[in-house]
């Protein structure tokens, strides 16, 4: 069974940093792309960022693509999302999800394993 639990959420004024953290359990982690997705209020789901099994390969949605950052340590179990500059459009529930092979891709459809969301509340 594959749990994911993403911390580092919370409020936070225009312009600061945060950083999501998304660490999971069981075995096999670094065979699996990953991916962050967020929720704003009253809005699609929407995909942010993925990252390769190996880390290799990244992919930044182009409405943060200046601002966020992905990454993972296959040692700690653990997929990164480093969010600068932030604007209160940032505002959403953010979401880590485990793909289905060893890369990304940007529908919902690809992922399997979902953590619970944390977050993020941006004021201006």
């Known amino acids: 069974q594959v749990q994911l639990v993403e911390t580092g959420g919370g409020l936070a004024q225009a312009g600061d940093s945060l950083r999501l953290s998304c660490a999971a359990s069981g075995r096999f982690f670094d065979v699996y792309g990953m991916g962050w997705f967020r929720r704003a209020p009253g809005k699609e789901r929407e995909f942010v960022a993925g990252?390769?099994?190996?880390?290799?390969?990244?992919y930044i949605t182009d409405s943060v693509k200046d601002r966020f950052t992905i990454s993972r340590d296959n040692v700690k179990n653990t997929v990164y999302l480093q969010m600068n500059s932030l604007k209160p459009e940032d505002t959403a529930v953010y979401f880590c999800?485990?793909?289905?092979?060893?890369?990304?891709?940007?529908?919902?459809?690809?992922?399997?394993?979902w953590g619970q969301g944390t977050q993020v509340t941006v004021s201006s």
């Open positions: 999800a485990r793909s289905r092979n060893l890369d990304y891709g940007s529908s919902w459809l690809g992922y399997d394993y």
């Open positions: 990252i390769s099994r190996s880390g290799g390969s990244t």
